[in-house]
């Protein structure tokens, strides 16, 4: 079982804490922190970025470099959940396009479960970028 806690702080602003013990300010009117809807792409980018390193190091795929960015449409109404997210994965190195390509995809349908429940809202593609190392 995982736990989490947000503890009021002052205005829209919330303490966030989690079994890791890892500390985050959570901010509703994204002036001191980040809003949850934001962290909740944060976390996607986070995890499947965490899939594609652990796939291409497991392959010896000899790349830098790793930037995943997340650009989201939500919904018109409440609650206004994501509908439509890509995904732009920046990947350094001088590695194989079809290991970069088989390590995002395996994210997607296997590995990534921020994906997979985003999934039920939103339709989520990807692009792969590449650049020198």
């Not at 390193?53 to 939500?74: C, G, M, N, Y």
């Not at 590695?95 to 039920?120: G, H, N, P, Q, T």
């Amino acid at each position: 079982m995982n736990n989490a806690r947000a503890t009021w702080i002052e205005k829209q602003r919330f303490n966030g804490v989690s079994d890791s013990g890892h500390t985050i300010l959570v901010d509703g009117d994204k002036a001191a922190g980040n809003s949850p809807m934001e962290l909740v792409l944060i976390g996607l980018c986070g995890c499947t970025g965490y899939d594609v390193v652990s796939i291409l190091r497991k392959k010896r795929e000899p790349f830098t470099s790793l930037e995943v960015r997340a650009q989201a449409e939500r919904a018109a109404d409440p609650p206004s959940v994501y509908t439509e997210i890509k995904l732009i994965y920046r990947v350094g190195g001088k590695v194989s396009r079809k290991a970069v390509e088989d390590a995002v995809r395996l994210s997607k349908e296997k590995y990534c479960s921020v994906s997979a429940m985003l999934e039920k809202t939103a339709k989520i593609t990807s692009k792969i970028e590449y650049v020198d190392a």
